[in-house]
């Protein structure tokens, strides 16, 4: 029997995850490895095409049923309304209906929620995930490819996708092309709930500006806005002047639609230039591949960029997953999606050129079409028609010894034990949170499969019972923090009082979904952060009390800190005295999470353990 195939993946974006989910629950030894410090959701939201759900589908079937959960399943008479600025119907596509010919619905659904569908597959399949790193490069073998850490390090692997976006740094090496082309639009994207349009889907065309609307459930509607534009000028507002823009820029037309944007969370909004390329001459150099806007960047008039990215790694999951050699397999996944994609994005390209009516002529021109065609989209008939094939014969696998991640203290097992990382700072860029980013490169360097969370990302300590709700965030991390083996607290001294933290923190876990609310052995490192030495040991005080009152297993020492320590020294010198500490402490959170996952111990937390 072969051994397991090992894969890093470039990127945590929709297409990477997708991937790295469908390749890990076929056998293969995957890591994905992110530039940000945590793997999020901003942009909205997106339509899943039939297509990218058949896509999803056919990676897993819980994924299509977790996205059917987590999204707005369009029903069989919804329709969606085609408009003047002004308000006048031009059409009602009838978007529902066309789900029973194509075999799958569409499914809008928040980026965000997309995104935590996949995160959970991976890591459920065994994949592992290593943030606030990027792939900067790569060296093809003839047996192997190693791929090159922004932190300096490098992992030997049998295959690398380029997951890495529109600005890949692994086309980059592969292909040395030009920058992406802007196309004379940007978008300003959002999020409403309470909308008097209600839960239905809209398409709004102004002149040198087209709204597109869907409802994403719970009574919220995600919107895009493109608007012509000269490059640059939309994003150099920032995300609020942009808003306050696009109002103006909306003066006059149908209230409802104004109201959209004006009632929209201001921080949700998300604004962006839009570039694409033209089709790549190929995407594969041996063991290395590229996948979603690293090979087809597109523009966003078809909603196909998350979906297409969806089909790739259906399709690359199925080939890698096959007897044939890895060079084979790569090749026979471009060969099949190649000249899809490309048609893909030159269809999306015209479409964005008709859907912006510049000027008076053009407007009329597209208004004209939309009214005559009862469509938006005049060419995506035959592009939602697309099916993943027979599912291929996998290679029967024995199990390999983990990937290897090369750092300055030598080769050590990657992507056994999974930490959470916590900082109960509500200051985005606090002392504490730059703390928490160096607790998780220590335990990234170790072997562990890290995630952290800020408070200002999950509202901690400020946490309130029934928060995960509606907020995203919070439930990613409640997520996380079922599947963990260990977990660091990092707080800072002034919240150093039992009946609060203890309080937020007991909230939390009984929001995990009882009747079991407790980290039930999981090791638990604590650290404080602040100049004062009484608080310091207050606060250690408080997080090794909420350890015990968890369930936890805090034997880590705790350790109380005044600044993030510097990085560790390139010679190898001595750490500074809270280095040290701090690194003995992460240590025994990932020896001992590390002990809890080679045991096989469950992970999971609530009704549903075992």
Same mark, same amino acid.
């Given at each position: ?11 945590? &974006? ?18 994905v490895v992110e530039r940000a410090g945590h793997i999020g959701g901003g ?8 297509? &990218? ?26 329709v969606r309304v085609l408009m003047r600025a002004d308000g006048t119907v ?80 692994? !086309? ?18 959002? !999020? ?6 209600? +839960? ?9 500006? +087209? ?25 150099? @507002? ?38 694409? !390329? ?46 044939a050699t890895v060079p084979d397999a790569l090749a026979a996944y471009a ?110 360097? +170790? ?38 083996? &260990? ?44 100049? &004062? ?51 003995? @402490?992460?240590? +025994? ?22």
């Amino acid at each position: 029997m072969a051994r397991k195939r090992s894969v890093v993946v470039a990127g945590g &974006g929709i297409g990477g995850l997708a991937a790295a989910a469908g390749m890990a629950s076929r056998g293969l030894d995957v890591t994905v490895v992110e530039r940000a410090g945590h793997i999020g959701g901003g942009g909205s939201g997106i339509v899943l095409y039939p297509n &990218g759900v058949r896509a999803a589908e056919a990676l897993s079937p819980r994924i299509g049923a977790r996205l059917r959960a987590v999204g707005h399943v369009t029903l069989p008479d919804e329709v969606r309304v085609l408009m003047r600025a002004d308000g006048t119907v031009l059409a009602e596509e009838p978007i529902g209906a066309a789900a029973g010919d194509l075999g799958a619905p569409q499914i809008p659904v928040l980026r965000s929620a997309l995104h935590r569908v996949l995160l959970d597959e991976a890591l459920n399949a065994g994949a592992a995930v290593r943030l606030a790193t990027a792939v900067t490069d790569y060296t093809p073998g003839p047996d192997r490819v190693t791929v090159l850490l922004s932190d300096g390090s490098a992992v030997d692997c049998d295959a690398l996708i380029g997951a890495d976006g529109i600005h890949s740094a692994v !086309r980059a090496r592969m292909l040395g092309d030009a920058r992406p082309t802007y196309r004379g639009y940007t978008s300003v994207r959002g !999020r409403t709930t309470g909308s008097a349009l209600g +839960q239905r889907g809209y398409v709004v065309n102004g002149r040198g500006i +087209q709204l597109f609307v869907a409802p994403v459930g719970k009574d919220t509607l995600y919107w895009t806005a493109k608007i012509t534009a000269p490059a640059g000028m939309w994003p150099g @507002m920032g995300a609020a002047g942009a808003r306050l823009a696009l109002l103006d820029a909306l003066e006059g037309w149908y209230a409802p639609v104004v109201d959209l944007v004006r009632d929209a969370d201001p921080e949700d909004v998300v604004v962006t230039d839009i570039h694409d !390329r033209d089709p790549a001459p190929r995407w594969v150099d041996g063991r290395v591949a590229l996948l979603g806007d690293a090979a087809h960047p597109m523009v966003p008039a078809l909603g196909q960029g998350a979906n297409m990215a969806l089909e790739d790694a259906a399709v690359l999951a199925d080939a890698l997953a096959t007897a044939a050699t890895v060079p084979d397999a790569l090749a026979a996944y471009a060969g099949e999606r190649m000249d899809r994609a490309a048609a893909v994005v030159l269809a999306s390209r015209r479409q964005g050129a008709l859907d912006q009516g510049a000027d008076r002529a053009e407007e009329e021109r597209r208004n004209t079409r939309f009214e005559s065609a009862g469509r938006k989209d005049a060419e995506i008939a035959d592009v939602l028609s697309w099916r993943p094939g027979p599912r291929r014969p996998e290679r029967a696998t024995t199990p390999a010894p983990p990937t290897t991640v090369r750092t300055k203290k030598g080769d050590t097992p990657m992507g056994a034990p999974r930490v959470v990382v916590i900082s109960g700072s509500l200051r985005p860029g606090s002392t504490c949170d730059r703390v928490a980013e160096w607790c998780a490169d220590r335990s990234a360097e +170790q072997g562990a499969s890290v995630r952290v969370f800020t408070g200002a990302e999950i509202d901690f300590p400020a946490y309130r019972p029934g928060l995960a709700g509606t907020h995203a965030a919070v439930a990613g991390f409640l997520g996380e923090l079922r599947a963990a083996h &260990g977990v660091i607290l990092v707080s800072p001294t002034y919240h150093a009082t039992v009946s609060g933290l203890l309080k937020n923190a007991l909230d939390y876990v009984n929001d995990i979904g009882g009747p079991v609310p407790y980290l039930e052995g999981r090791a638990i490192g604590t650290v404080a952060v602040g100049a &004062g030495a009484q608080g310091a040991v207050s606060t250690l005080t408080t997080l090794r009390t909420i350890g015990h009152a968890l369930r936890g297993w805090p034997t880590p020492v705790g350790v109380a800190v005044s600044s993030a320590p510097a990085q560790p020294a390139a010679d190898g010198s001595e750490p500074d005295p809270d280095a040290a500490r701090l690194v003995e @402490m992460v240590s +025994q959170v990932v020896w001992l999470g590390g002990a809890r996952a080679a045991a096989g111990r469950p992970t999971v937390l609530g009704a549903v353990a075992a």
